[in-house]
Structures are given as structure tokens and as C-alpha cells.
């Protein structure tokens, strides 16, 4: 009985539908989220409301993408480290290789590296077609590993990962180095749709926004970060499209950032390390599939494509419920009446069922 | 159709059964893990294995408990923001009372205060009982955010919530004041065991422990957080247990900590941000019932006692599953060779089925 | 001759007056500033004659004071580590006593701990009169140490200092917990000086301070810090003035804020961790005594009054290099021109004399 | 009278001498510490004398040097944001021909940005000869952003600084893009060494620096530091030497690693951010000739080698006083009874002289 395997299952609505352009999608479409804090699928609809009255909706920007790896050797002495380092950043041409040899998709596209004491850190990049990658550049660098223990003079194992990645922990290198999908979004919101749907101000979103996500999340000992709930549409997101959700560590280190222009408001959310897929670990189970299928993310396109069109779903998804709730909390009390209306509703909804 | 409820399924497991000892729960008992990630059952499924392998099993010291949130202010300037924040601290015991009209279980253990230019941080702490508490404590701060508008001369609403909570984002502040469980584990392996069941030697995993959690993420720009996947466990454990699991961001900022004892392995893991309850949202849906009652944390006992017991359980599958991880880590190849015999396996069964 | 001692001789200029007031002193006075970087006087000088145009100045709080020191023991386990966390708290009326016993002028203030395994960091506070108390915070946790070592059971010695105080670190800590003086200064400035003086206008600083001191620093990867330089302000004003200069470390980590009101700028420094004393090491110096004299903080005053306005001044200076600088580079090519005529000055002066 | 410069001195002494080898000198000399702190002198000389008894010294291994000063730009989105950010990087050779014309020793070796909703932060990377570069990258800075908005469309002028350099800030980025000089030193100290002149254990220093500096400044919220007192060592050495000591903010950002191998003690210290120079401000100085000439940093030889000799000899003397601080915090009272010991000698040698 112990091992019967069986299901968690998170409620799930779709949301919607929001309105997306940019440099890698343009498309109206609905989002799934699934998540046991109902209050959430009002918020990102409400968003997603705001996104389909602005002229171009919200505007994702694909900047970057790459899945890294970062293993750790130990060298005879610091020295020596040095040399292994120059070393292997003069045969990324042979590394390449090997890493073709280790993967259909996986390609090597940089390599970084730190040394300290006589520890050296090397960081590898690749693209990794649709998958987010993780396996991929974990067998990728397992073999550049052994290559590099056997070619390399002076060094030993230290570890296939040295945490320098960095995988689901909150760290500054990601959002420097770049891991995952860079996306930045954009929503420009017309004055009236900002007094007539969000009830509040362009001037009140941008006090708020330096505030409360500059200024508090600084004092709190925050690290790249600066917004009010990213990790709540990122997980809703995940677990709704089979993604790992626990990257939603990372993946909430992002930047919202606001301006008055003349009462109508600039809104954006820089997410530099949104980590997704749409082939890989949890992709077979059907209601994954089925939701990558109405995503519009099962299409026969270039590798590659229908993973930058998740990463900017997801980034959109998470601006709407972002506005949402910023629009909220200009309101003295509105986000508790919500609260409580909302679970007065669930409630009631209970009963009647 | 659009508004159709279904569910997200996501994959779950009991693994265990682990053994725990210290301040709140003696018990042996199975957890339930929700993942996509399979290889995760018999990760933490070893660290359990190894856990009823020590006399004591794991060792879990609650430490401390409390819930927060901050309301952000703005005063006429910093000397006005001095006064009320002074104000506020000599008037606890009416804002108790405060609290006290505003919820049944909350109850409010402490404020503390920061000044940033005009502007006026109250980070509240409250008891929450068996909740996590995340709703109780706004509900409890909207009421004391009221009650210092209507009687504090000078100040005005600045939010409900001013990001120094800090809800969901991965700050130093949840550590050095605390928020949620503080949990600490600790499990002491007899050398033959980490010989024979983990495969390596406590030198090795002290070691690696060294370069990889600490220095590593230190490199990585990390803050408070020195693991190699806290926030795999915890993601998989929240989703079983009908837990907020966005809170694995702060959740996952903890402490590895190994020490070499003769050959013998001391390895303890110190979760300081552990939210988790057993009442609340996402708890009245079948199979989290289930799951928490047979964790026995649907005991009638005193207010907190399920939480705490909860805790402790979450606490201890993290331990098992790190313990894994980092051992496996210390020997060339072994994590590659585990996830492509586990996917072959995985492939296998589908494929049976 | 290897012990011979000699001096570096910093330059050194006064530079003002600027305008204080606030809850610790109301004056106007020049402060010296010792630097290697001369075009830090004119910088500092242009803020200080803005504060003479404001007609409050700039009003500088004094939040809290307090200097620390933390401890490390190890205990048996982390339930030692926390029944001995416990026995600590119940035991402040007597470790008071301790510290009086070990100095005449610190005070125990308070006691925070934190557990990570079975280690227990104790950071003992304290207020230090006119010192800026570093080791007189030393001597009185040595004495603690000591005390607590001999009456606690199952814990013994780890370190006097845990770097959890934490001393020249750039951390989160001490700005949440407080160290050191903690100062907020405060300007108005007219438009007509914004324009006149500062040849900028507040809305161009208030941009600028987002974008750069705000979000610049946080993509960097800073820790509790938004500002321009301080560091220079701070360094300058603490070699002339007897400080222990690597105090600027976190000293240095501050937030600047402005807000544009209706084209009058309000511009803010806060500097939670300012670390200034009138007495102890440094201070025997002839132009140290003369410059503190001439500062006013030589009156033989109530213990402590001196340290407070040596730290608002200090706050008060870097508050006016802070703004110059921002207000030269809100304009393109400003501050590269500065900097080529005072060098080209320097050069004149230098062959002139 | 106001204008009258003057100067403040700092105690000054000789310390050492200390042995270097490695990849840039090999040598043995004495170093200039300046300080406020007279208990520094013999905790660094106590380092020195155990370098001199270990047969190659300190070895310092200079792994990088680079200076570096970042631009802000706004776009008219992120989308021109991400073009003007491929334009940049497609020009490099113009772009090198700019910095080339504005400076004979500056050379352009690396550019990196990061976009955050419509701003693009550019992340100009040079080397800088024998000067530590700060006013030649801001020079070469001007050169090209003045280039780039008269060639690049649809950006404007935001900063000359975005503090995304770093400069004086301590931050993540400097250490995993670099800036400034990044040496690791270590040495080797022989067991009889360890005991007889440190009178501690290589077991000891090991726990100790795991406990304290990776620990202890983890859990207080550091940020890429684990030490206990580079900032001490820096201090004091920059004034000596004309340095721009307010970088000893993230220069004093850097880790110390120790090992214990099978008595004797590996001890190394990674500065990966040491920011130094031997022509520039505070170099016409005559103390400051005289010193630099004694260190052997006035060779004539190619560029950047006097700079590198000065970066290495650094960074020795700060690995001689973390080492002889630590060795001091492994006995129990044995850094009080120092202090106590040289601050009476200190007052019977003023009060005999």
C-alpha cells in the first residue's frame, strides 16, 4: 500500500483570456492556474481584464535564455586552479563536442568560472531546445566533468554541483549571469481603465511600487528582488503546465517597476529567471498536455519556440496578478474585504455543493 | 466553461517511514510527497531509511513560532514616524486587545519597528494557533493598521502590507526575527550505516557540505541559505498536505551543517521559516484531510499542537531527502546514474501500464 | 627602524557650514573631511550650502543607539542550545550585573540569540556612553562569556566574536536589529535652489534615485543599502574625527530617498548603522581633539550627548555630498567635467605652490 | 581660514617583514599599516612572522584585474532596450576605438548589461595600467555614452553611474563579473608553527572559520563574505599606500578558507575585489612615495605590473591578520587579554614619553 501512487490534486481554474504581443507571441489566451488560495484566480483576472482594454496588451520581451550547470573541482592549489580555468576556456571547442556527444538538444553556449582558495567553480551555459533543461545540463556536465578530471592536470572531484548554478535557491548570480528565461513585460494602462477597473491611481501604483517592493523588500535583507507575490502566479503556473515548481524560488526574484505617464500608468515585471518547458518531467500526464495544447504550446515548430512561448504566458500571467494586487493594497482595507468576501463565497459555494 | 473547477494531479507518494524524536512529536511515520520529479521518492525514502537506522532517528527542536505581517505608514516625517512608532510600543497591551477583537486564535507577541526616511515600518508577530496564519495576521493587522490611523497623530496609510513581512520572497529578515516553524533537525548516523546504506564516508559529506552549501551558495550571492534542495521537499510535503507552498521561497532558506564525529556522520538541517498549519486553506479538500490524519495531526489536542507536529514531520523529510542528495553528490557519477536508472524505470512503468 | 612610528597624512579641509537641526543638536557648523579624493569638498560644500538655504536645514533624527557583540557556544544539541537560549532570556537582571561589574559605562540593553544546529549565537547590546563602544562591548561579552560558560549546563566556548554582531561586514543584521547610531536627515529644498544651486530639478533627482540608487544597487545584488556614496562621506569624516574608519563597511549600507513636492525637493539619508564615538581609541590625537572641540563635542555634557551629535553631524555631511553627487548626475557630462577642472585646479595649485 | 588645508595623521608603522611568491612576485618585505587601531600592527606582524617561517610564504595568485563603471540608459521600451543592447554588443570594436581615444592607458576588454522594464543598464569593463582606473573608467565611461545616444536610436541619458559598477557598494555583481584585482593567498603552515607561535590547533582555526566566518555571516545576512576582519588590514593599508580606502566597502568583501591536513594548516584568503593603484590621486603624496618605493612598486617595468605587485602584497597582509585574529578567537579570553596588555602599554609608552 505504501507504494501506491496516487494524486495531489490542487484545484485549477483557467483565467482570462489576456492579451500578449512582443517578440515572441502575439495571441489572446486564457491561463490555467492551479493553487489552494482562491483569492488568486479574481486577481489575475482582474489583470487580465486590464490587458485586454490596452491597445497592445501586455508586451513580453524574450531578452535571454540559457540553462546552466556549475560543477566544483578541487585543485592542487590555487595556481593550479588558475591554469585548469584558462585552460578550459581555451577548448570550449572541444567542450562543445562533448556535450553534443552527451545530447540531442544540449548545446554549450558559455562557460564561467571562480576560484577560491584553491577551489575552482566552473559554471556551464546551454540551450536546451523546449526542455528547461535541468537533466539536460545535469548529463551535460557530468560528462564535461569526466572529461575535464581526465584531461585536465592537478584537479579531483568536488561535486557535479557546486550550488553556483544556482538551482531553487534565491542567490544573485542568476539574475546577473542569466539562467532560464529573461522576459520583461510591459502594460501601458489607460487612465480610465486604471480609475474604472483598478481603482486607483497611476501616481498611487508608483508610490506603492517604490515603497513597498523597492524599499521594504530592501530593508527586509532582500536580494534581486522587488515585487509583492510573484511566487504566487509562478506556482499556480507551474503546477497547472507539469513544470518543476520548486524554481519558483528563483523564478520570483524579479523586478516590478512603475511610472505616472500623465495618469495613464506603466506597468512592468521583469522576470530574469523564469525556468519552463513543455517537454520533460511532468509533461505526460494529461492534463498537462491538455493544457499545454490550449496554451498553444504543442505546436510542430522550431525547438525551442513553444518553450519562449510558455516563459511569456507565464511572465504575463504573473504581471496581471501583480497589478491586481498592488491596485489593492492603494486601498486603504480593499484587500481585506476582498479576502473575506471571497471566503464568504467559497464558503457558500461549499454549502450549495 | 471558462469557469469549470477541475484539479491539477499531481503525482504522490508516501515514503518512509522515518523516525522523529525531540520537543514535540516521538513518532515513526510515513510522509506524503507531490511531485513531478520522481526521483525524489526514493531520495528522501533513503534519508528515511537511514533515520530508523539511528537509535533516536531524527531529532527535531521546535525553537520558536509566530506569524507576521507589516503595515507601512507614512508620517509628516522621521521625527513624527519616531514618535508614533514610540507610541506604538507603549501601547501593546491596547493593540492586544485590539488584535483580540479582530480573531479568535490570533494574538499578537510582539512589534517591532523601522524608519526609513518618513516612512514607518510595523512588522507585527502573532500566534496563530494550528493555522499558518497568513490570513489571520492581515486580518489582525487591517484592524490594528485602523486603530493607529484613527489614534496616532500624524501618520497616514502607506499599505496594508509593506514587503517587510516578508510573504514568499527570500529575505534575511524571516531568520533573524522569525516567522513560521523554527525548526531545528538533527540525526546522527553510525559509521557502518553511511557506509552501507549512504555509500559514503561523514569526511566526504562534511566536506562537500563546506564547498557546496556553504561556500558555494555564498559565491552564488546567496542570503541566509546554505542547502542543496530544501526546496524540493518542502514543495513536494506542502502540496500533500495542503500547505501555501509559494512559501517555499522563504521556506528553503536554511542550514546544512555536518560534522565528522569519528566516523560517525552528525548532519542536522535548521529550517527557520517553516510555514505550515492544519487548518486554513487547502485543508478542506478530501485527500489533504486524509494526508493530515494520517500524519496524526488531526489529533484533539491543545491549539498548535497539530502545527507543531506538522512541522516537525516536514522538517525531518527535508533532512532525509538532503541527506540523500549531498551523499550521493560526494561520489563521481552516482546522481546521473540514479536519475537515468530512475527515468528508464519510470519509462518502464508507463509503458507496463 | 621597523617600529618606528610615523603618521599618514590624509588631506584634510573643513568644509561648510552646513544647517542642523532635530531632536539632538540645532547648529551650524563646518566638518572636516580628510581624503585622498579632493573633488569630494566642493561636492560636500554645495550640499552644505543648500541646507543653509533650507530654512529648518537639515533635520536630522536620532532613532536608536546601541552597540553589540555576539558570542558563540557550542552545545551538546540544538534542545541544549535552546533550554540554554532560554536561561539567558530569564537571566538578563543578572547578566546586567555582570556587565557592570566589567565597565563603568556599558550597559546591557538586550539579548537576541539564533540556533543553527546545536550552535547558539547570543548577541548581547549595549549602551556605551560616549564610546563608540567596540571594545568596551568586547570586555563586557568577554565577562558574559565567561559567566555563562561557568553557570549554563552543556554548552562550552565557540568564539567571543560569531560575526552575527556584526563588525565591518556589509549584512542585514545590524540595520534590523540596530548597531551603532541609527539617523535619519531630512531636507527640503526650494526650487529656486534645486534649480539655482543644484541645477537640476526634483523630479530629475527623484528618477535618478529609483533608478539608480534603488534599482541599480538591488540588480547589483546589494544588501540593505541604496545610495550613491556615502562611503566617501563617511571615510572622510570619520579619519578626521578619530573614527575606526573600516566601520564605513556598514556604515556605509543606507538609504537615500526624494520626493518631488510640487517642484520643492524632499531629499533623505537614512544611516541606520552610523558608529561614532567622542572617547576611546583614536582620540588622544591633537587634530582629532581639536577637530571634535571645534565641532562641539567636547562639552562636558551628559554621557553619550557628544557621540549623538558627532553621529548627526557625520549624517548631516554625508546627506550633503549624497545630493550633490545625484544632482550631478542627473545631467549628462556634469560630473566628468567637475572632475577634469578640479583635477586641472589641483594641478595648478600644486605647481603654484 | 576655512579653506586652509591641513592634514590628519595617522599612526603609521611598519609591520613584517612577510614572504610572497606566486604568479606575480616574489619577495620579502615589510608592510605600512596606518590605523587608529595599535593592536592591528602586532596582530599583522604575528601573520608575518608565521609566513616567514613557511617555506614559500604567502603564495598570492593573481587570477584578474579589471575596473569597471556602468551606464544607465532609458529606453522607449524593452523591446528598443534589447536591440540598443545588441547593438552594443556588435560594436565592440568601435566601441574599444572610443575608449582608446579618450584615454592612453584605458583599453575596453568586456561590456555586460542587464534590462529591467524599459532601462538597460551597460557594464563597461577596462584595463587600466598601473592606476586602480576609477576616474579612467568614468572618463572612457563618458566617451562612449555620449557615443552610444548620438548612434544608438531610441535610447536617452539616465546615469554616467547606474551603480550596477560597483563601486563602494558591497553588492554580488563585482564578485562574479569582477572588478579590481582578484588574489587568493594561501599558505601552509607547519604544525610546529600552528602551536608554537599561533598557539592553536589546524582543528581549531577549521572549525572556528566554518563556525564564525561562513556561518556567523550567513545567518547575520551577508552578502559574499565570509571573513572576520579584512577590513581592518585593507584600511589601514590603503591609507598607507594613497589608496581611495572608502573601496575597502566591497574589497573587504572576500573569503577565508582553512583546512586541516593532517596537523598543519592550509589558510588562504580569496579578495576578489581589490581595487589598488600606484599612480592616480593620492600618490603625489610624499609619505605615500616613499612608502610605495620601499614596497618596490616604483619599478620601472610595464604597465599594471607595479599595480599587481601592490595587489598581492595586499593581500598577504590581510591573509597575516586573519590569521593571527583567528588563531587569537580559538583560546577563550585570548583577544581581551591582548587588548587589555597593548592598550596599557600604549598608555604607559604616552605617558613615559
Given at each position: 500500500?505504501?507504494?501506491?501512487?496516487?494524486?495531489?490534486g490542487?484545484?485549477?481554474?483557467w483565467?482570462?483570456?489576456?492579451?500578449?504581443?512582443?517578440?515572441?507571441?502575439?495571441?489572446?489566451t486564457?491561463?490555467p492556474?492551479?493553487?489552494?488560495?482562491?483569492p488568486?484566480?479574481?486577481?489575475?483576472?482582474?489583470g487580465?481584464?486590464?490587458s485586454?482594454?490596452?491597445e497592445?496588451?501586455?508586451v513580453?520581451t524574450?531578452?535571454?535564455?540559457?540553462?546552466t550547470?556549475?560543477?566544483?573541482?578541487?585543485?592542487?592549489?590555487a595556481?593550479?586552479?588558475?591554469?585548469?580555468?584558462?585552460?578550459?576556456?581555451?577548448?570550449?571547442?572541444e567542450?562543445?563536442?562533448?556535450?553534443?556527444?552527451?545530447?540531442?538538444?544540449?548545446?554549450?553556449?558559455?562557460?564561467r568560472?571562480e576560484i577560491?582558495?584553491?577551489?575552482?567553480?566552473?559554471?556551464f551555459?546551454?540551450?536546451?531546445?523546449?526542455?528547461s533543461?535541468h537533466?539536460?545540463?545535469?548529463?551535460?556536465?557530468?560528462?564535461?566533468?569526466?572529461?575535464?578530471?581526465?584531461?585536465?592536470?592537478?584537479?579531483?572531484?568536488?561535486?557535479?554541483?557546486?550550488?553556483?548554478?544556482?538551482?531553487?535557491?534565491?542567490t544573485?548570480?542568476?539574475?546577473?549571469?542569466?539562467?532560464?528565461?529573461?522576459?520583461?513585460?510591459?502594460?501601458?494602462?489607460?487612465?480610465?481603465?486604471?480609475?474604472?477597473?483598478?481603482?486607483?491611481?497611476?501616481?498611487?501604483?508608483?508610490?506603492?511600487?517604490?515603497?513597498?517592493?523597492?524599499?521594504?523588500?530592501?530593508?527586509?535583507?532582500?536580494?534581486r528582488?522587488?515585487?509583492?507575490?510573484?511566487?504566487?502566479?509562478?506556482?499556480?503556473?507551474y503546477?497547472?503546465?507539469?513544470?518543476?515548481?520548486?524554481?519558483?524560488?528563483e523564478?520570483?526574484?524579479?523586478?516590478?517597476?512603475?511610472?505616472?505617464?500623465?495618469?495613464?500608468?506603466?506597468?512592468?515585471?521583469?522576470?530574469?529567471?523564469?525556468?519552463?518547458g513543455?517537454?520533460?518531467?511532468?509533461?505526460?500526464?494529461?492534463?498537462?498536455?491538455?493544457?499545454?495544447?490550449?496554451?498553444?504550446?504543442?505546436?510542430?515548430?522550431?525547438?525551442?519556440?513553444?518553450?519562449?512561448?510558455?516563459?511569456?504566458?507565464?511572465?504575463?500571467?504573473?504581471?496581471?496578478?501583480?497589478?491586481?494586487?498592488?491596485?489593492?493594497?492603494?486601498?486603504?482595507?480593499?484587500?481585506?474585504?476582498?479576502?473575506?468576501?471571497l471566503?464568504?463565497?467559497?464558503?457558500?459555494?461549499?454549502?450549495?455543493?
Amino acid at each position: 500500500m505504501t507504494d501506491a501512487q496516487t494524486v495531489a490534486g490542487i484545484p485549477m481554474r483557467w483565467v482570462g483570456p489576456l492579451r500578449i504581443s512582443g517578440n515572441v507571441a502575439t495571441t489572446e489566451t486564457q491561463v490555467p492556474i492551479a493553487t489552494y488560495e482562491s483569492p488568486l484566480w479574481p486577481s489575475v483576472g482582474r489583470g487580465a481584464k486590464v490587458s485586454m482594454l490596452a491597445e497592445r496588451g501586455i508586451v513580453a520581451t524574450l531578452v535571454d535564455e540559457r540553462m546552466t550547470r556549475s560543477v566544483l573541482v578541487e585543485a592542487t592549489d590555487a595556481q593550479t586552479a588558475l591554469a585548469a580555468a584558462r585552460t578550459i576556456n581555451a577548448r570550449t571547442g572541444e567542450l562543445r563536442e562533448v556535450v553534443r556527444g552527451s545530447s540531442r538538444f544540449a548545446e554549450l553556449i558559455g562557460v564561467r568560472h571562480e576560484i577560491t582558495a584553491n577551489l575552482l567553480f566552473v559554471r556551464f551555459e546551454f540551450s536546451t531546445g523546449d526542455a528547461s533543461g535541468h537533466n539536460m545540463a545535469t548529463l551535460a556536465s557530468d560528462a564535461l566533468l569526466r572529461h575535464l578530471l581526465r584531461t585536465v592536470p592537478g584537479i579531483s572531484y568536488g561535486s557535479i554541483s557546486g550550488n553556483y548554478c544556482t538551482d531553487k535557491k534565491a542567490t544573485a548570480i542568476n539574475g546577473i549571469l542569466g539562467r532560464g528565461k529573461n522576459v520583461v513585460t510591459e502594460l501601458l494602462v489607460p487612465r480610465d481603465v486604471v480609475d474604472g477597473v483598478l481603482h486607483t491611481t497611476a501616481a498611487g501604483i508608483v508610490e506603492l511600487n517604490i515603497r513597498k517592493n523597492l524599499l521594504g523588500t530592501l530593508l527586509a535583507g532582500g536580494i534581486r528582488s522587488a515585487n509583492a507575490h510573484f511566487a504566487n502566479m509562478l506556482l499556480g503556473f507551474y503546477l497547472a503546465t507539469g513544470q518543476d515548481a520548486a524554481n519558483i524560488v528563483e523564478g520570483s526574484q524579479g523586478v516590478t517597476m512603475a511610472e505616472d505617464r500623465d495618469g495613464d500608468l506603466y506597468f512592468s515585471c521583469t522576470l530574469p529567471n523564469l525556468i519552463v518547458g513543455t517537454v520533460g518531467n511532468g509533461k505526460g500526464l494529461g492534463f498537462v498536455e491538455t493544457n499545454l495544447t490550449r496554451l498553444g504550446c504543442r505546436a510542430g515548430c522550431e525547438p525551442g519556440q513553444n518553450a519562449r512561448r510558455l516563459a511569456v504566458i507565464a511572465a504575463a500571467a504573473v504581471l496581471c496578478g501583480e497589478l491586481s494586487l498592488l491596485a489593492a493594497q492603494t486601498n486603504p482595507g480593499e484587500l481585506m474585504r476582498a479576502h473575506v468576501r471571497l471566503e464568504r463565497d467559497n464558503k457558500t459555494a461549499k454549502e450549495g455543493s
